[in-house]
């Protein structure tokens, strides 16, 4: 967790980071490239509401996805993913919807970003299937 941020002495949003480990575990999807959306979300804000009405920390709409915001973002992260084979096209995609749109692949590159600071303070980096696991998740 230290190394995603500034988030000592902030409680809540350590146990919604927590939160989202556990879920990204549950699912089989790398924690590090759902901490990554997070951040860039939300800076693990479970309480962020979007201008669109997207809430928690993966801002999700509740019109598409009633279910609990984390367990349903997480959901959503892994169906991209197995449905467009990278997780470029799933960063994409998650923020421009149906067609990747120039702000798609924007918030795509913040996510990468993201994702490369933590492979680059992480002593030895991170792991390669870790990080892009097998196309064939269930």
């Not at 993966?58 to 993913?81: S, W």
Request: with cysteine; charged share 20%; net charge positive.
């Amino acid at each position: 967790l230290f190394m995603l941020g500034p988030l000592a002495g902030d409680a809540d949003r350590l146990g919604t980071c927590h939160d989202i480990q556990a879920e990204a575990r549950a699912q089989g999807v790398p924690v590090p490239v759902v901490l990554s959306v997070a951040w860039v979300e939300s800076r693990f804000n479970a309480e962020a509401v979007s201008r669109a009405g997207a809430v928690g920390p993966l801002q999700v709409l509740p019109k598409f996805y009633p279910g609990p915001p984390i367990v349903e973002g997480v959901a959503k992260l892994r169906r991209l993913y197995v449905k467009k084979g990278s997780w470029e096209l799933a960063w994409c995609h998650y923020n421009a919807g149906n067609v990747c749109t120039e702000r798609g692949r924007g918030y795509a590159d913040k996510v990468a970003a993201r994702l490369r600071h933590l492979d680059s303070i992480v002593p030895g980096g991170l792991p390669p299937a870790y990080l892009l696991p097998p196309r064939t998740l269930p």
